[in-house]
Protein backbone atom coordinates (compact mmCIF):
# COMPACT_ATOMS: atom_id res chain seq x y z
CA UNK A 1 0.00 0.00 0.00
CA UNK A 2 2.84 2.68 0.81
CA UNK A 3 4.76 1.78 -2.43
CA UNK A 4 1.33 2.11 -4.37
CA UNK A 5 0.69 5.76 -2.92
CA UNK A 6 4.24 6.71 -3.68
CA UNK A 7 3.28 5.93 -6.79
CA UNK A 8 0.41 7.96 -7.29
CA UNK A 9 1.94 10.79 -5.81
CA UNK A 10 5.20 10.65 -7.97
CA UNK A 11 2.56 11.24 -11.04
CA UNK A 12 1.64 14.47 -9.89
CA UNK A 13 3.49 17.59 -9.62
CA UNK A 14 4.74 19.01 -6.24
CA UNK A 15 2.75 22.18 -6.93
CA UNK A 16 -0.03 19.76 -7.12
CA UNK A 17 0.10 18.31 -3.78
CA UNK A 18 0.50 21.98 -2.11
CA UNK A 19 -2.84 22.88 -3.77
CA UNK A 20 -4.65 20.15 -2.40
CA UNK A 21 -3.15 20.46 1.48
CA UNK A 22 -3.87 24.04 1.67
CA UNK A 23 -7.29 23.37 0.19
CA UNK A 24 -7.55 20.40 2.32
CA UNK A 25 -6.60 22.59 5.64
CA UNK A 26 -9.12 25.30 4.46
CA UNK A 27 -12.06 23.16 3.96
CA UNK A 28 -11.76 21.59 7.28
CA UNK A 29 -12.73 25.29 8.84
CA UNK A 30 -15.54 25.77 6.65
CA UNK A 31 -16.75 21.86 7.10
CA UNK A 32 -17.47 23.33 10.67
CA UNK A 33 -19.87 25.78 9.82
CA UNK A 34 -21.72 24.85 6.76
CA UNK A 35 -23.86 21.65 7.62
CA UNK A 36 -24.64 23.26 10.69
CA UNK A 37 -25.49 27.01 9.63
CA UNK A 38 -29.22 26.52 9.04
CA UNK A 39 -29.40 24.97 12.54
CA UNK A 40 -27.40 28.24 13.96
CA UNK A 41 -29.95 30.10 11.99
CA UNK A 42 -32.92 28.85 12.70
CA UNK A 43 -31.92 28.20 16.71
CA UNK A 44 -30.20 31.71 17.50
CA UNK A 45 -32.33 33.88 15.01
CA UNK A 46 -35.94 31.87 16.11
CA UNK A 47 -36.88 32.01 11.86
CA UNK A 48 -38.31 29.13 10.08
CA UNK A 49 -36.93 27.43 6.75
CA UNK A 50 -38.15 29.78 4.42
CA UNK A 51 -36.03 32.40 6.01
CA UNK A 52 -33.46 30.28 5.95
CA UNK A 53 -33.66 29.79 2.25
CA UNK A 54 -33.98 33.43 1.84
CA UNK A 55 -30.50 33.86 3.64
CA UNK A 56 -29.21 31.20 0.73
CA UNK A 57 -30.44 33.22 -1.79
CA UNK A 58 -28.82 36.36 -0.84
CA UNK A 59 -25.69 34.44 -0.45
CA UNK A 60 -25.79 32.83 -3.67
CA UNK A 61 -26.68 35.98 -6.04
CA UNK A 62 -24.02 37.91 -4.27
CA UNK A 63 -21.79 34.59 -4.94
CA UNK A 64 -22.50 34.35 -8.48
CA UNK A 65 -21.29 38.11 -8.55
CA UNK A 66 -18.04 37.62 -6.75
CA UNK A 67 -17.68 33.99 -8.38
CA UNK A 68 -18.27 35.87 -12.32
CA UNK A 69 -15.85 38.45 -11.42
CA UNK A 70 -13.33 36.51 -9.73
CA UNK A 71 -13.10 34.11 -12.41
CA UNK A 72 -12.45 37.02 -14.57
CA UNK A 73 -9.83 38.26 -12.61
CA UNK A 74 -7.87 34.85 -12.40
CA UNK A 75 -7.90 35.16 -16.32
CA UNK A 76 -6.23 38.84 -15.62
CA UNK A 77 -4.17 39.08 -12.88
CA UNK A 78 -3.66 35.84 -12.28
CA UNK A 79 -4.68 32.42 -9.87
CA UNK A 80 -3.01 32.80 -6.66
CA UNK A 81 -4.37 36.16 -6.07
CA UNK A 82 -7.53 36.19 -6.49
CA UNK A 83 -7.51 32.95 -4.46
CA UNK A 84 -5.58 34.37 -1.28
CA UNK A 85 -7.84 37.56 -1.53
CA UNK A 86 -11.00 35.31 -1.27
CA UNK A 87 -9.77 33.30 1.84
CA UNK A 88 -8.75 36.14 3.94
CA UNK A 89 -11.91 38.52 3.11
CA UNK A 90 -14.20 35.45 3.45
CA UNK A 91 -12.60 34.52 6.87
CA UNK A 92 -12.90 38.50 8.56
CA UNK A 93 -16.73 38.41 7.22
CA UNK A 94 -17.53 34.75 8.92
CA UNK A 95 -16.13 35.53 11.92
CA UNK A 96 -18.33 38.71 12.11
CA UNK A 97 -21.29 36.07 11.19
CA UNK A 98 -20.65 34.38 14.00
CA UNK A 99 -20.52 37.59 16.52
CA UNK A 100 -23.58 39.57 15.49
CA UNK A 101 -26.58 39.24 17.18
CA UNK A 102 -28.88 41.67 14.76
CA UNK A 103 -31.27 39.52 12.00
CA UNK A 104 -30.95 42.51 9.06
CA UNK A 105 -27.02 42.66 9.73
CA UNK A 106 -27.09 39.04 9.26
CA UNK A 107 -28.43 39.44 5.77
CA UNK A 108 -26.07 42.02 4.70
CA UNK A 109 -22.98 39.72 6.03
CA UNK A 110 -24.51 36.35 3.88
CA UNK A 111 -24.44 39.29 1.05
CA UNK A 112 -20.61 40.09 1.60
CA UNK A 113 -19.34 36.83 2.46
CA UNK A 114 -20.97 35.44 -0.84
CA UNK A 115 -19.33 37.67 -2.71
CA UNK A 116 -15.79 37.91 -1.78
CA UNK A 117 -15.80 33.96 -0.68
CA UNK A 118 -16.06 32.56 -4.19
CA UNK A 119 -13.27 35.17 -5.84
CA UNK A 120 -11.35 32.00 -5.24
CA UNK A 121 -13.36 29.12 -6.39
CA UNK A 122 -12.60 29.40 -10.14
CA UNK A 123 -9.14 30.38 -9.51
CA UNK A 124 -9.00 26.93 -8.04
CA UNK A 125 -9.84 24.81 -10.64
CA UNK A 126 -8.83 26.81 -13.40
CA UNK A 127 -5.05 26.37 -11.32
CA UNK A 128 -5.06 22.42 -11.26
CA UNK A 129 -6.27 22.70 -14.78
CA UNK A 130 -2.69 24.52 -15.30
CA UNK A 131 -0.86 22.35 -13.38
CA UNK A 132 -2.29 19.16 -14.97
CA UNK A 133 -1.76 17.41 -18.41
CA UNK A 134 -5.62 16.81 -19.92
CA UNK A 135 -4.97 12.70 -19.41
CA UNK A 136 -4.64 13.55 -15.60
CA UNK A 137 -7.07 16.50 -14.70
CA UNK A 138 -10.02 13.56 -14.02
CA UNK A 139 -7.92 11.82 -11.49
CA UNK A 140 -6.54 15.52 -10.71
CA UNK A 141 -10.59 16.60 -9.64
CA UNK A 142 -11.06 13.48 -7.96
CA UNK A 143 -8.06 13.21 -5.59
CA UNK A 144 -9.18 17.35 -4.95
CA UNK A 145 -12.56 15.83 -3.67
CA UNK A 146 -10.96 12.94 -1.98
CA UNK A 147 -9.00 15.85 -0.15
CA UNK A 148 -12.31 18.00 0.20
CA UNK A 149 -14.10 14.93 1.21
CA UNK A 150 -11.74 13.28 3.72
CA UNK A 151 -11.82 17.30 5.54
CA UNK A 152 -15.70 17.10 5.82
CA UNK A 153 -15.46 14.05 7.41
CA UNK A 154 -13.11 15.46 10.14
CA UNK A 155 -15.18 18.64 10.36
CA UNK A 156 -18.48 17.94 10.69
CA UNK A 157 -18.25 15.55 13.18
CA UNK A 158 -16.10 18.31 15.24
CA UNK A 159 -18.50 20.89 14.04
CA UNK A 160 -21.30 18.99 16.17
CA UNK A 161 -19.71 18.50 18.63
CA UNK A 162 -18.56 22.12 19.10
CA UNK A 163 -21.99 23.17 18.00
CA UNK A 164 -23.20 21.81 21.17
CA UNK A 165 -20.86 23.83 23.21
CA UNK A 166 -20.84 27.18 21.31
CA UNK A 167 -21.70 27.92 17.88
CA UNK A 168 -19.22 31.22 17.84
CA UNK A 169 -16.35 28.58 18.20
CA UNK A 170 -17.28 26.97 14.84
CA UNK A 171 -16.86 30.21 13.08
CA UNK A 172 -13.61 31.53 15.20
CA UNK A 173 -11.96 28.53 14.11
CA UNK A 174 -13.28 28.90 10.53
CA UNK A 175 -11.63 32.34 10.41
CA UNK A 176 -7.88 31.19 11.69
CA UNK A 177 -7.87 27.90 9.50
CA UNK A 178 -9.01 30.07 6.65
CA UNK A 179 -5.87 32.81 7.17
CA UNK A 180 -3.45 29.65 7.97
CA UNK A 181 -4.62 28.81 4.12
CA UNK A 182 -3.76 32.41 3.16
CA UNK A 183 -0.26 32.28 4.16
CA UNK A 184 0.52 28.69 2.31
CA UNK A 185 -0.87 29.66 -0.66
CA UNK A 186 1.36 33.12 -0.81
CA UNK A 187 4.39 31.35 0.40
CA UNK A 188 4.27 28.20 -1.15
CA UNK A 189 2.41 28.12 -4.28
CA UNK A 190 3.52 29.78 -7.89
CA UNK A 191 1.20 32.00 -10.22
CA UNK A 192 -0.18 29.18 -12.95
CA UNK A 193 -1.74 31.51 -15.13
CA UNK A 194 -0.44 30.72 -18.90
CA UNK A 195 2.19 33.27 -20.89
CA UNK A 196 -0.15 35.84 -23.26
CA UNK A 197 0.51 34.15 -26.69
CA UNK A 198 3.04 35.81 -28.66
CA UNK A 199 1.36 39.29 -30.47
CA UNK A 200 -1.38 38.98 -28.31
CA UNK A 201 -2.89 42.25 -26.70
CA UNK A 202 -3.29 42.47 -22.68
CA UNK A 203 -6.61 42.92 -22.27
CA UNK A 204 -8.33 45.55 -19.90
CA UNK A 205 -10.32 44.23 -17.12
CA UNK A 206 -13.58 45.24 -18.92
CA UNK A 207 -12.32 43.50 -22.00
CA UNK A 208 -11.57 40.32 -19.44
CA UNK A 209 -15.40 40.44 -18.39
CA UNK A 210 -16.62 40.98 -21.34
CA UNK A 211 -14.90 37.63 -22.14
CA UNK A 212 -18.12 35.84 -20.61
CA UNK A 213 -19.91 37.23 -23.73
CA UNK A 214 -18.17 34.62 -25.84
CA UNK A 215 -18.18 31.64 -23.14
CA UNK A 216 -21.83 32.11 -23.57
CA UNK A 217 -21.93 31.62 -26.89
CA UNK A 218 -21.08 28.17 -26.04
CA UNK A 219 -23.72 26.01 -26.93
CA UNK A 220 -21.90 22.40 -25.33
CA UNK A 221 -20.59 24.81 -22.34
CA UNK A 222 -24.45 25.89 -22.38
CA UNK A 223 -25.90 22.39 -22.50
CA UNK A 224 -24.09 21.40 -19.87
CA UNK A 225 -24.45 24.40 -17.61
CA UNK A 226 -28.41 23.81 -17.90
CA UNK A 227 -28.06 20.20 -16.79
CA UNK A 228 -25.94 20.61 -14.14
CA UNK A 229 -28.15 23.56 -12.72
CA UNK A 230 -31.22 21.26 -12.14
CA UNK A 231 -28.65 18.53 -10.51
CA UNK A 232 -27.40 21.10 -8.27
CA UNK A 233 -31.09 21.94 -6.78
CA UNK A 234 -31.31 18.67 -5.85
CA UNK A 235 -28.01 18.19 -4.51
CA UNK A 236 -27.84 21.32 -2.18
CA UNK A 237 -30.56 20.02 -0.27
CA UNK A 238 -28.00 18.03 1.44
CA UNK A 239 -26.36 20.84 2.79
CA UNK A 240 -29.51 23.21 4.03
CA UNK A 241 -32.62 21.21 4.24
CA UNK A 242 -31.54 17.94 5.15
CA UNK A 243 -30.49 18.65 8.21
CA UNK A 244 -33.97 20.83 9.72
CA UNK A 245 -35.97 17.93 8.01
CA UNK A 246 -34.59 15.66 9.59
CA UNK A 247 -34.04 17.19 13.08
CA UNK A 248 -38.01 18.45 13.16
CA UNK A 249 -39.70 15.33 11.26
CA UNK A 250 -37.69 12.77 12.29
CA UNK A 251 -35.78 13.72 15.89
CA UNK A 252 -32.14 13.84 14.26
CA UNK A 253 -29.73 15.61 16.81
CA UNK A 254 -27.00 17.56 15.33
CA UNK A 255 -24.56 14.69 15.91
CA UNK A 256 -26.34 12.50 14.16
CA UNK A 257 -26.73 14.72 10.84
CA UNK A 258 -22.51 15.08 11.49
CA UNK A 259 -22.60 11.43 11.26
CA UNK A 260 -24.67 11.36 8.03
CA UNK A 261 -22.02 13.75 6.19
CA UNK A 262 -19.21 12.30 7.72
CA UNK A 263 -20.67 9.00 6.04
CA UNK A 264 -20.94 10.61 2.67
CA UNK A 265 -17.11 12.19 2.86
CA UNK A 266 -15.79 8.92 4.40
CA UNK A 267 -17.08 7.19 1.26
CA UNK A 268 -15.32 9.42 -1.10
CA UNK A 269 -12.03 9.27 0.57
CA UNK A 270 -12.02 5.42 0.13
CA UNK A 271 -13.63 5.42 -2.81
CA UNK A 272 -13.18 8.34 -5.27
CA UNK A 273 -10.08 7.42 -6.42
CA UNK A 274 -10.65 3.66 -7.62
CA UNK A 275 -14.05 4.95 -9.25
CA UNK A 276 -12.55 7.62 -11.00
CA UNK A 277 -10.52 5.50 -12.60
CA UNK A 278 -13.17 3.21 -13.65
CA UNK A 279 -15.30 5.68 -15.10
CA UNK A 280 -13.24 7.98 -16.91
CA UNK A 281 -13.13 4.89 -19.72
CA UNK A 282 -16.30 5.47 -20.20
CA UNK A 283 -18.18 8.47 -22.34
CA UNK A 284 -18.68 11.15 -20.20
CA UNK A 285 -21.72 11.77 -20.65
CA UNK A 286 -22.71 8.39 -20.03
CA UNK A 287 -21.07 8.30 -16.83
CA UNK A 288 -23.65 12.08 -16.19
CA UNK A 289 -26.33 9.76 -16.61
CA UNK A 290 -25.95 7.14 -14.62
CA UNK A 291 -24.49 9.26 -11.82
CA UNK A 292 -28.02 11.40 -11.93
CA UNK A 293 -30.04 7.95 -11.22
CA UNK A 294 -28.09 7.38 -8.31
CA UNK A 295 -28.81 10.58 -7.33
CA UNK A 296 -32.48 10.06 -8.06
CA UNK A 297 -32.99 6.95 -6.07
CA UNK A 298 -30.98 8.49 -3.18
CA UNK A 299 -32.80 11.61 -2.64
CA UNK A 300 -36.12 10.06 -3.36
CA UNK A 301 -35.74 7.62 -0.57
CA UNK A 302 -35.57 10.30 2.28
CA UNK A 303 -38.84 10.77 1.54
CA UNK A 304 -40.26 7.05 1.68
CA UNK A 305 -37.89 5.66 4.70
CA UNK A 306 -37.92 7.02 8.80
CA UNK A 307 -35.54 5.00 10.06
CA UNK A 308 -31.90 6.29 10.87
CA UNK A 309 -30.17 2.95 9.03
CA UNK A 310 -32.20 3.93 5.90
CA UNK A 311 -30.79 7.49 6.05
CA UNK A 312 -27.65 6.41 6.10
CA UNK A 313 -28.30 3.93 2.55
CA UNK A 314 -29.62 6.70 0.99
CA UNK A 315 -26.77 8.72 1.66
CA UNK A 316 -24.26 5.62 0.44
CA UNK A 317 -26.38 5.60 -2.97
CA UNK A 318 -26.34 9.56 -2.91
CA UNK A 319 -22.70 9.18 -2.30
CA UNK A 320 -21.96 6.84 -5.16
CA UNK A 321 -23.66 9.35 -7.65
CA UNK A 322 -21.82 12.48 -6.28
CA UNK A 323 -18.43 10.39 -6.91
CA UNK A 324 -19.31 9.10 -10.16
CA UNK A 325 -20.72 12.63 -11.60
CA UNK A 326 -17.94 15.35 -9.54
CA UNK A 327 -14.52 14.57 -11.50
CA UNK A 328 -16.14 14.03 -14.65
CA UNK A 329 -18.00 17.59 -14.69
CA UNK A 330 -15.03 19.63 -13.62
CA UNK A 331 -12.85 17.86 -16.32
CA UNK A 332 -15.03 18.48 -18.98
CA UNK A 333 -15.51 21.88 -18.51
CA UNK A 334 -11.71 22.33 -17.88
CA UNK A 335 -11.16 20.51 -21.16
CA UNK A 336 -13.90 22.23 -23.62
CA UNK A 337 -12.63 25.63 -22.45
CA UNK A 338 -9.72 27.76 -24.01
CA UNK A 339 -6.69 28.22 -22.10
CA UNK A 340 -6.58 31.90 -21.42
CA UNK A 341 -10.23 32.15 -20.94
CA UNK A 342 -10.20 28.57 -17.83
CA UNK A 343 -11.21 31.09 -15.02
CA UNK A 344 -14.32 32.51 -17.08
CA UNK A 345 -15.50 28.78 -17.95
CA UNK A 346 -14.96 27.65 -14.15
CA UNK A 347 -16.66 30.69 -13.12
CA UNK A 348 -19.45 30.67 -15.72
CA UNK A 349 -19.80 26.95 -14.48
CA UNK A 350 -20.92 27.77 -10.93
CA UNK A 351 -23.61 29.97 -12.02
CA UNK A 352 -25.71 27.20 -11.85
CA UNK A 353 -24.52 26.30 -8.38
CA UNK A 354 -25.59 29.77 -7.41
CA UNK A 355 -28.83 29.61 -9.50
CA UNK A 356 -29.24 25.99 -7.58
CA UNK A 357 -28.78 28.00 -4.05
CA UNK A 358 -31.11 30.96 -4.92
CA UNK A 359 -33.89 28.75 -6.05
CA UNK A 360 -32.90 25.56 -4.11
CA UNK A 361 -33.43 25.72 -0.22
CA UNK A 362 -36.13 28.39 -0.75
CA UNK A 363 -38.66 26.26 -2.91
CA UNK A 364 -37.64 23.47 -0.04
CA UNK A 365 -38.38 25.75 2.88
CA UNK A 366 -41.66 26.53 1.35
CA UNK A 367 -42.91 22.99 0.91
CA UNK A 368 -41.31 22.05 4.07
CA UNK A 369 -43.13 25.25 5.94
CA UNK A 370 -46.32 24.88 4.28
CA UNK A 371 -46.91 21.29 2.64
CA UNK A 372 -45.92 17.72 2.70
CA UNK A 373 -42.09 17.79 3.66
CA UNK A 374 -41.71 14.76 1.89
CA UNK A 375 -42.44 16.44 -1.40
CA UNK A 376 -38.94 17.80 -1.70
CA UNK A 377 -37.24 14.68 -1.54
CA UNK A 378 -39.68 13.36 -4.28
CA UNK A 379 -39.44 16.07 -6.45
CA UNK A 380 -35.31 15.62 -6.33
CA UNK A 381 -35.98 12.12 -7.73
CA UNK A 382 -37.88 13.52 -10.26
CA UNK A 383 -35.84 16.33 -11.32
CA UNK A 384 -32.65 14.05 -11.39
CA UNK A 385 -34.34 11.28 -13.68
CA UNK A 386 -35.47 14.04 -15.87
CA UNK A 387 -31.51 15.21 -15.95
CA UNK A 388 -30.57 11.58 -16.42
CA UNK A 389 -32.76 11.56 -19.77
CA UNK A 390 -31.51 15.28 -21.43
CA UNK A 391 -28.05 13.11 -20.53
CA UNK A 392 -29.24 11.06 -23.35
CA UNK A 393 -30.67 13.38 -25.50
CA UNK A 394 -27.50 14.96 -25.78
CA UNK A 395 -24.88 12.47 -26.06
CA UNK A 396 -27.06 11.45 -28.95
CA UNK A 397 -26.72 15.15 -30.31
CA UNK A 398 -23.33 15.73 -29.68
CA UNK A 399 -22.11 12.39 -28.07
CA UNK A 400 -18.65 12.63 -30.23
CA UNK A 401 -17.17 15.96 -29.37
CA UNK A 402 -17.02 14.67 -25.46
CA UNK A 403 -15.83 11.34 -26.01
CA UNK A 404 -13.72 9.29 -23.28
CA UNK A 405 -10.91 11.07 -21.68
CA UNK A 406 -8.61 8.18 -21.87
Same mark, same amino acid.
Given at each position: M?????????????????? %???? &???? !? +? $? /? @???? #?????????F??????????????? %???? &???? !? +? $? /? @???? #????????I???????I??G????????? &??????????????????????????????K????????????N????????????L??????????????????????????L???????????????V???????????K???F?????????????????????????????????Q?????????A???????????????????L?V???????????F????F???????????V???????V?????????????????????????H????????I??????????????????????I????????????K??????????S
Amino acid at each position: MRVKLRSIAGEYPRHFWVL %IGAL &FIDR !V +G $G /A @LIFP #FLSLYITNKFGVGMTEVGGIFAIHS %ISSF &FGNM !V +G $G /A @LADK #FGRRSMLIIGLIFSALISLGMGLIEDWEL &FYLLAFLTGFVANFGGPAVQAMLADILPIEKRPDGFGILRVAMNLAATIGPAIGGVLAGISYLLLFVIDCVVSMITAVIVYFALPETKPLLAEGKKEESVIQTIGGYGKVFKDKIFLALLFLTTFTAIVYFQMNTTLAVYLRDFHGISSQGFGFILSLNAACVVLFQFRVTRKVKKHHQLSVMLVGNLFYAVGFALYGFTNKYWQFLVAMVIITVGEMVIAPIVQTLIANISPEDMRGRYMAAYHLGWGIAVSIGPLAAGIIIDNYNPNWVWYAGGIICSLVAVGYFILKDRIGERLAPIS
